[in-house]
């Protein structure tokens, strides 16, 4: 991960570490097994990527990464001295260059790696939605009582407007507030 920072912030990359990672550094140990990478870049940018990723050792796993990153603005690779998979995610939207802006450099090893902050933790895996995301949202709450929540709601009341699949916000207020089971 710090290699992998460093040599994105050598090529001008603007990016954040989302997904199990920041949630390690936000909640709770757990086992996450690859490494969620948010750059603030449209998928135009594969090209500057790729020999990134090559001098690092690290294998991109679609036969056609150009193809695969047009579909799914997503190139998932794996570090071949680790065996750890690494998600380089394109973005170039409002709320990401918000996010990334926002990101907080956080010291691993030697080196400065920019992630997430615990309230863009949140709204990610809020709109990713899976049972996981949601109980990693439910531990970060726990956790971290000082968010900024204004900051959450605004984002996930637009994110409930433009998606076929609302209801972000008001799950996030139930998980943030879960009702006690009466005494």
């Not at 990359?13 to 490494?35: C, H, S």
């Not at 802006?101 to 990610?124: L, P, Y």
């Amino acid at each position: 991960m710090t290699k992998v920072g460093a040599e994105l912030e050598k090529q001008s990359f603007p990016y954040m570490i989302i997904g199990g990672q920041a949630v390690l550094l936000y909640g709770e140990p757990r086992l996450t097994r690859d490494i969620d990478i948010t750059l603030g870049a449209d998928s135009d940018r594969l090209n500057n990527l790729l020999p990134l990723i090559q001098e690092l050792h690290i294998l991109p796993l679609p036969k056609d990464p150009f193809s695969f990153v047009k579909e799914t603005m997503v190139l998932p690779c794996l570090d071949k001295s680790t065996g750890i998979r690494i998600d380089f995610i394109f973005s170039h939207s409002p709320y990401e260059a918000a996010a990334i802006a926002r990101a907080r450099k956080i010291r691993v090893k030697d080196q400065e790696v920019f992630f997430a902050t615990v309230e863009d933790v949140i709204i990610h895996k809020m709109f990713a939605g899976r049972p996981r995301d949601l109980e990693d949202v439910r531990i970060l709450c726990l956790k971290n009582k000082e968010m900024d929540l204004a900051y959450i709601e605004k984002w996930l009341k637009e994110f409930d407007l433009l998606s076929e699949s609302a209801g972000c916000l008001e799950t996030f207020r139930r998980l943030k507030n879960p009702k006690r089971p009466p005494s």
